[in-house]
């Protein structure tokens, strides 16, 4: 059977958004054939765009790092026909292609049976991006941090650090601080969940002192670079910042001092290599006692495959807030 996908072709630098006909592949031991609902568009697949990212180190490949779905064939105990899935992670459209297309084929392992009470297009909604968040806010509630513990929360506006807000928000935490260079994005991120709203201006310290005022107990930074540099002065004894992302950079210029006289900890957050076996306790959480009650303020616009190549160049030159979904 043939199937639409979005190959991205390189012609010289310039990566070329193409939809081409695919057929179905014969099954492998082990994989199973998805038909693909929803994608959707993460910061990671913006980048494909840019061959000088290094996101794909291959070109042609098909993009898109999440797919949600339904098990059309399978050879694998697993996952039956009509099961309903999602996938993030992996190799799933880096290496591998991915779930910019109608069909997809991949190893059970990498597929997550969707929670029951989560739609596909509910669950890529969330995405990479609320996975992450998911696993950061894990991070961050293994301290014991009571509710009125000040919380720092970057990229507010974007898919990690708003489905972070919005949990937090949802398990009570009364204190969080978000971070956008967007100024009028401050009632939305208020009605998401924060108590106070700040530029990154107002964290950097034209000093620079390596130690300043304690001001956070735990911090969901999907930002990194020079933020970071500007927030680990300013975490409490004791304190964890959870770092996922590096839309700020990947440099990072600070001092050890917050470490060995505050005794805080950086905590890496990969979504891409999280083990297989601990997924589904991560998407249950996201599906129960994670998922806002708020969450249709956390934006999001649904576009049609044939809308992708555009949405997808513009995607890092736009002001985007929450979430964009891709309706295969
Ligand atoms: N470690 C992992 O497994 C993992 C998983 C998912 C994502 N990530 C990474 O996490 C980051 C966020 O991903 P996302 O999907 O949430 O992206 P996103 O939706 O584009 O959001 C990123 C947000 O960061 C802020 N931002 C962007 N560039 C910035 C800069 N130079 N300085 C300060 N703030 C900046 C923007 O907020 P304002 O415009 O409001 O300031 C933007 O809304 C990306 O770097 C992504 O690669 C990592």
Redesign the pocket.
């Known amino acids: 059977m043939k199937y639409q996908a979005l190959e991205l072709q390189l012609n010289d630098t310039k990566v070329i958004p193409t939809f081409i006909e695919q057929q179905l592949p014969e099954l492998a031991a082990d994989q199973v054939t998805v038909k693909v609902a929803y994608s959707d568009i993460?910061?990671?697949d913006?980048?494909t765009l840019n061959a000088r990212s290094g996101v794909l180190r291959n070109y042609p490949q098909i993009p898109g790092i999440d797919a949600a779905g339904t098990v059309v064939a399978s050879k694998s105990t697993a996952f039956k026909v009509d099961q309903k899935v999602l996938i993030t992670?992996f190799d799933f459209g880096i290496s591998a292609p991915g779930g910019y297309a109608e069909f997809i084929t991949v190893p059970a392992d990498w597929l997550v049976a969707l929670p029951e009470k989560l739609t596909p297009q509910e669950a890529m909604w969330y995405g990479?991006?609320g996975?992450?968040a998911a696993?950061s806010v894990r991070a961050l509630l293994k301290y014991d941090f009571s509710l009125d513990a000040p919380l720092l929360i970057?990229?507010?506006?974007?898919?990690?650090?708003?489905w972070a807000t919005a949990i937090l928000h949802q398990l009570g935490y009364r204190n969080l601080t978000a971070?956008?260079?967007?100024q009028a994005?401050t009632d939305y991120l208020h009605q998401l969940g924060a108590t106070m709203v700040i530029t990154?201006d107002e964290l950097a310290d034209p000093r620079h002192k390596p130690l300043q005022k304690q001001k956070f107990s735990g911090v969901v930074d999907?930002?990194?670079?020079?933020?970071l540099a500007e927030i680990l002065p300013q975490v409490s004894y004791s304190g964890i910042v959870a770092l996922?992302?590096?839309?700020?950079?990947n440099k990072l210029a600070t001092t050890t001092l917050p470490f060995i006289l505050r005794g805080i900890r950086l905590q890496?957050?990969?979504?891409?290599s999280y083990p297989a076996n601990k997924r589904d306790a991560v998407w249950q959480q996201l599906a129960t006692d994670f998922k806002p009650a708020n969450r249709e303020l956390l934006q999001y616009k649904t576009i049609d495959f044939n809308q992708l190549p555009t949405t997808l160049a513009n995607?890092?030159a736009e002001?985007?807030?929450?979430?964009t979904l891709v309706s295969i």
């Open positions: 993460n910061y990671k913006a980048l992670g990479t991006a996975f992450t696993l970057t990229g507010a506006t974007g898919g990690v650090g708003g971070v956008s260079r967007n994005a990154p999907a930002v990194g670079g020079d933020l996922s992302g590096n839309a700020g950079g890496g957050i990969d979504s891409v995607f890092l002001k985007h807030q929450g979430r």
